[in-house]
């Protein structure tokens, strides 16, 4: 197996509510089939699908599914933007769960939740800069 994500599906109860989010955060859809919302990234894709279809896809209750104590990241490329995205994400509706502050190691974040549920670092790491398109790596480039 090569190390790589290639999709992220986020399982959400309300697609369209879901889309809409990361459409104000300024991502655009993508040609998707049907039950599926599409937003491509850089070298990946998020797909955000009905909750109770990626149930019965798994065979699982819905209850019985939960959701996973995970987050997202999303790395800036300098610190002063990472209150700004926060701020982007609390006018497109999202919950700022946590402000941009300064972190012991030496980066600079803040978390927000989506209305969806979805737990997202905001995030700059002095150490980890990212390439030109986006692109990131734990130890830079």
Same mark, same amino acid.
């Given at each position: 197996?090569?190390q #790589?994500?290639?999709?992220?599906t986020?399982?959400?109860?309300d697609?369209?509510?879901?889309?809409v989010? !990361?459409e104000?955060?300024?991502?655009?859809?993508? @040609?998707?089939?049907?039950?599926?919302?599409?937003? @491509? %990234?850089?070298?990946?894709?998020?797909?955000? !699908?009905?909750?109770?279809? %990626?149930?019965?896809?798994?065979?699982m209750d819905?209850? *019985?599914?939960?959701c996973?104590?995970?987050?997202l990241?999303?790395?800036?490329r300098?610190?002063?933007d990472?209150?700004?995205? %926060?701020? #982007?994400?609390?006018?497109?509706?999202?919950?700022?769960?946590?402000?941009?502050s300064?972190?012991?190691?030496?980066?600079?974040?803040?978390?927000?939740?989506?209305? @969806?549920?979805?737990?997202?670092?905001?995030?700059?790491?002095?150490?980890? *800069?990212l390439a030109?398109?986006?692109s990131?790596?734990?130890?830079? !480039?």
């Amino acid at each position: 197996m090569e190390q #790589r994500v290639s999709l992220i599906t986020i399982g959400v109860e309300d697609l369209e509510t879901a889309a809409v989010f !990361y459409e104000k955060m300024g991502w655009q859809r993508v @040609d998707s089939p049907d039950g599926v919302i599409a937003f @491509d %990234l850089i070298g990946q894709t998020l797909g955000l !699908y009905s909750l109770a279809a %990626l149930a019965d896809e798994m065979g699982m209750d819905v209850t *019985t599914l939960g959701c996973g104590a995970m987050t997202l990241s999303y790395n800036c490329r300098a610190k002063e933007d990472v209150a700004a995205v %926060l701020e #982007r994400a609390e006018r497109a509706g999202a919950e700022v769960i946590k402000p941009a502050s300064d972190v012991f190691w030496g980066g600079h974040h803040g978390y927000f939740r989506a209305p @969806d549920q979805t737990i997202w670092e905001v995030a700059f790491n002095p150490f980890s *800069t990212l390439a030109a398109d986006g692109s990131f790596r734990w130890s830079g !480039y």
